[in-house]
Structures are given as C-alpha cells and as structure tokens.
C-alpha cells in the first residue's frame, strides 16, 4: 500500500490534482459518493491511516525500570454518513482518502445522509 501511496503522490507532483468532499454511503464494500454524485467503490480508492482500522504493538516502561508490551487496536473505519476529504489524481482513477472532515449544509442535501 505504501507503494501504492508514493506513486499516487508522484503522479499528483507530477499532473496536479483536485480536494473533493464526499459522504461514506456504504461501509462494505466502502463507498463515498462525491459531492457532484458519483460514486466511488474500493477499487478507486487508497485509503490512509487515518482512516483505517490499525493494530499496533510495542512496549512501555513502568516505575522502576519494569518494560511491559501491549498490544492496542485502533478502529478508524469509515462509517455510513461521515464526511471525507479525498485527493483525487489528475486522471481520476485514483482518490486518496485523507481523512474525515465536517460537512457543510449545502452538501448534505445534494449528496443526501448517507443511509
């Protein structure tokens, strides 16, 4: 994935590209429908950390020099309704879900809720 993000961000230095909004109406297979009404399935989309469910593993020191590991899940899925931003790449093919953001009155009645 990482990959994928570096050449989405090449392409973008490269071509240019736009920020959009859209509204999450389906969290599987995801779905964000853009504020002009199309809609865009997983296969156009590359999606973050912020947006993402994430299991992280490390270790913590206690009092006394003690060093423990944990183990945490972070859930940042997508859930029907929110609001993204997206960068979408200058061919269009490819959007780069950045992360959430609020949505403005105006949008939420062109795009509908989001059920």
Do not use: H
Request: aromatic share 6%; glycine share 12%.
């Amino acid at each position: 994935m990482l990959e994928i993000i570096r050449q989405l961000a090449l392409d973008i230095a490269e071509t240019g590209a736009d920020f959009c909004v859209g509204i999450v109406t389906a969290q599987q297979p995801l779905t964000i429908r853009l504020e002009e009404g199309l809609e865009l399935t997983e296969e156009f989309l590359v999606l973050t950390e912020n947006v993402m469910e994430q299991e992280e593993t490390g270790m913590i020191e206690f009092s006394g020099g003690e060093w423990r590991s944990y183990r945490m899940k972070r859930n940042r899925k997508l859930l029907n309704g929110e609001a993204v931003v997206l960068l979408r790449a200058a061919d269009g093919q490819q959007y780069l879900v950045l992360g959430r953001t609020e949505k403005g009155e105006g949008y939420a009645t062109k795009a509908g809720n989001g059920n």
